[in-house]
C-alpha cells in the first residue's frame, strides 16, 4: 500500500476502480474516519442485527452547492438528511450506508474534511456508517462529490406515525425557526454576505425525536420540512391526510436575520429549505404536553404550536396574517433555491 | 397536476424542486413504474418487516457510460449490482432504495426508459424499490443520469460467510464466463464494434445464490468479480482470508468473442469487469456437489471449478496457464476500465 497524500492530492479516475488505488482511499480516508466494527468486516455489505420492530427504509442523495457552508457542509448534511428521513416515521435510526460520486480532481484535502464532518455527524447522532461505495466520475461530468446516505431504522412498539393520519382539531407543531438553511446557502452563493449573521440549522433530530413519541405515543404524523420548506410540506400532509390548515403567521419563528434577508431577496420564509426542524401533528390534548417535550431539547428549544387541522374539501393550507388578514399558502410552483441539499 | 410529457420533455431544475413538478415526475413516472405498496404508503420512508435473521446492507451508485448498451443499462445494472453484493453474504434480499442524480436537460423519455427497466429487473428479482429520491444539477455538473441502489436483506438461519473464511484445501468456484460486461461496454464506448456479438452479462444473482446455500450451506463465501475483476476479487478475498490461491487458466469460461475481442484490445480477461458472476470459496469435498446445484441454474449454467487455496504466507494468487507454466495474477494497478458500473 502507498500513502495517500491528502494535503496536496487529487481524485483521479484510477481511485474509482476496484484496484490497489481504490483501496488505498477506502483504508486511509473512509475506514479510518468512520471506523466501526461494521466496516472492519471488509466486505462489500455489512451484517448486524436489528430490535425488534417494523423497519424504516430511507434514501437521500446530495448536491449541495457549495460543498462547505457556515454550520456544515456536504458530510454532515447527508448524515442528518437521512437521520432525519428515517426518524420522521418515529423510528430509532440504527444504520447509515454511504456511496460517494467523486469528480476527478477533486482535492483530498476536501474529501478529507468532507469524510471527517461525516464521521462527527454520524458519531454525535449514534448512528454509525457501515457500508459504503466510491464513484470517479471524468471533469466535468460530476460537481466535485455528490453524497448518497440510506438509512435504516426500528419503530418503537406502539408507534403508528405517518402522513395520511392529520384529523381536524389536531394542533401543528414546529421545533423551531424556519428558513436558516436555505438562506445561509442563497447568501453564500450569491456572495451576499448575509451568512456573517446566520448559519445552517443542518442538526440531526433523532434524539429529540425519541424524547417526543415518549412523551406522546399520539403523535399522528411528523415530517422535516426540507426542499420546499414548511409550506410545501404542509401542503403534502394536508393532501395525504385529506385536510386543510389553519396557520398562525406570529407564531411561526424566524429569525431576525433570516427575515431580514428574505425581505431583500424577495424570498417567502415558508418555502425557504430546513435542515434541522420538524413538523409534529398530534391531538389537541395533547400539544402542551409535546410543546414542553420538545422545548426540554437542544434541538426543540424555540418549538412553537403553529396551527390547527380543520375539514377542508379542498385540502388548502391557509395562514392568518400577522396583520390579521388571511392567505392562502400554496404548493411551491418552480424552482426557489436549487441544488439546497 | 399536470401531465409531464414524457415523450419530447427534458429534466429541468425545478424538477428537483421539492414542490408540484418534483410531485408530479414522481407520481407519473417513478411510482407508477415501480408501483408498491410501500411506496404507496406516501411518507419520506418506507416501513415493512424483516424476517428474523441477521440484517444486511448493502449500497451502490452507479456511473456506468453509455447509459444504454447491449444486454442492459443504468437501470437494470443498478438493480442488479446492489441485489447481488447482499446475495453475496447468502442473505436473501428484501427490499431497495433508489436515489437519482439527474442532469438539467436529459429527455424524459430516456429517464423513463431507464426507470422502466428498474421496474423490470426488480421484479423479476422478486426485489422492491420501496423508497426514492430525486435530486437534480445543472447541466454539465453530472452526466445524464446517476443511480444509486441501496438494499438490504436478511441471511437464512446457519450460514457464516465472509471474505476471511477461506481455507487452504478448499475450492474456488466460478459461475460462468468473465469479461462480458466490460468488454460490451468498452467496445460500445469506444464505437469498435464487438458489441454485435457479445453483450453484457448483467443480471441478478439471488436466485442462483439461494439454491447454492440451500445445497451446501457451508460455503465459506461469495464475492462478485465486478470492478478489478476475477484477478481483484480473489485478491481481496486473498488478503482477508491471509491465503494464496492457484488458479487453472484452462478452467476459466471465456466467450470466444470477448477472448478475440480482449486481444484485440490488448486487455486481460481476468481484469475485465462482471455484472452477473460469482465466485464461491467452499471446503473441497463439497465442490462437485455445489457445481451440480450452480450448473442447474439458469444463472450458474456455465459454472466451473477454477482453482484452490493454498497456504502461502504472501497472499499471492498465482495461475497455471494453458501453456502449462505458472504466472503471478497480482491486483490491478491503474484504471482499466473507468465508468464500468
Known amino acids: ?18 484496484g490497489r488505488a481504490m483501496a488505498e482511499l477506502i483504508d486511509q480516508l473512509f475506514a ?27 434514501t437521500d442523495s446530495h448536491v449541495v452547492s457549495p460543498l462547505f457552508f457556515p454550520g456544515g457542509d456536504i458530510g454532515s448534511l447527508s448524515v ?39 464521521a462527527s455527524a454520524s458519531k454525535e447522532a449514534g ?18 462529490v455528490f453524497i448518497n446516505t440510506t438509512g435504516i431504522g426500528v419503530v418503537p412498539e406502539g408507534l403508528n406515525l405517518s402522513g395520511d393520519r392529520a384529523q381536524p382539531g389536531d394542533a401543528i407543531l414546529l421545533s423551531g425557526t424556519i428558513g ?27 434524539r429529540l425525536v425519541a ?24 401542503n403534502e400532509l394536508a393532501k395525504q391526510s385529506g385536510v386543510g390548515m389553519q396557520l398562525f403567521e406570529k407564531q411561526i419563528p424566524v429569525r431576525e436575520p433570516v427575515r431580514a434577508a428574505c425581505e431583500f431577496l424577495g424570498l417567502d420564509p415558508l418555502y425557504v429549505a430546513n435542515e434541522g426542524k420538524l413538523i409534529a401533528i398530534c391531538p389537541q390534548e395533547k400539544a402542551e404536553q409535546l410543546l414542553k417535550a420538545m422545548r426540554a431539547q437542544p434541538q426543540g428549544r424555540e418549538a412553537a404550536i403553529i396551527g390547527r387541522v380543520v375539514e377542508d374539501s379542498h385540502h388548502f393550507v391557509q395562514m392568518e396574517t400577522v396583520f390579521g388578514g388571511n392567505r392562502m399558502v400554496d404548493w411551491l410552483n418552480g424552482e426557489q433555491l436549487p441544488r439546497i441539499c
Chains 1, 2 share one sequence.
Request: glycine share 12%.
Open 1 to 18: 500500500m502507498n500513502r495517500l497524500n491528502i494535503a496536496n492530492g487529487r481524485v483521479e479516475m484510477v481511485h474509482g476502480s476496484g
Open 32 to 58: 479510518q474516519a468512520f471506523d466501526n466494527e461494521w466496516l472492519a468486516q471488509g466486505n462489500d455489505q455489512a451484517q448486524f442485527t436489528l430490535p425488534p420492530g417494523r423497519v424504516v427504509m430511507a
Open 80 to 118: 442528518h438528511g437521512t437521520i432525519n428521513d428515517v426518524a420522521m416515521s418515529g423510528a430509532r435510526p440504527c444504520y447509515l450506508s454511504a456511496g460517494f460520486i467523486l469528480e476527478e480532481g477533486f482535492p483530498l484535502a476536501d474529501l478529507k474534511r468532507i469524510v471527517d464532518s461525516m
Open 127 to 144: 448512528v454509525p456508517i457501515v457500508t459504503g461505495d466510491t464513484k470517479v466520475v471524468e471533469r466535468g461530468k460530476g460537481d466535485g
Open 180 to 206: 436558516d438553511h436555505g438562506v445561509t446557502i442563497l447568501s453564500l452563493r450569491e456572495s451576499l454576505g448575509f451568512e456573517a449573521d446566520i448559519q445552517s440549522d443542518s442538526q440531526s433530530l433523532n
Open 211 to 234: 424524547a417526543m413519541v415518549e412523551v406522546v405515543p399520539e403523535i399522528r404524523c411528523m415530517r422535516d420540512p426540507t426542499r420546499g420548506g414548511l409550506a410545501n410540506t404542509l
